[in-house]
């Protein structure tokens, strides 16, 4: 009997400005108020492994973007998306970040 696949959760950020990946991004997934998932991102700008096991439902991912870009000028303090997930199947949300824009979309 095969056995159900998990829902999982990853991302990927890509400073869009200096055209690096953006490593050591802290990220947080939340359900309601707890925190579910969390880590920083790699130095590829990955986060593999940011949740697994996730019940169907809606999830607030929290990009802490004031950390990353530091002392720098940036508008963007922190990003928080929130995304359905409805079906047992790998997510994931990459994200295009700069200090004036960001743009995210579902990826593969």
Do not use: C, K, N, W
């Not at 990009?63 to 997510?91: D, I, K, M, N, P």
């Amino acid at each position: 009997m095969a056995e159900e696949p998990q829902t999982t959760l990853s991302t990927h950020v890509l400073d869009i400005v200096r055209g690096t990946p953006a490593s050591g991004l802290e990220v947080g997934l939340y359900s309601g108020d707890a925190l579910v998932g969390s880590g920083r991102t790699d130095p590829d700008g990955r986060l593999a492994g940011l949740a697994s096991g996730l019940g169907p439902g809606v999830y607030r991912l929290v990009f802490e973007t004031g950390q990353y870009f530091g002392a720098h000028g940036h508008l963007f303090r922190r990003v928080s998306l929130e995304v359905a997930l409805t079906e047992r199947r790998h997510y994931h949300v990459p994200l295009l970040l700069g200090p004036f824009s960001i743009t995210s979309y579902s990826g593969s």
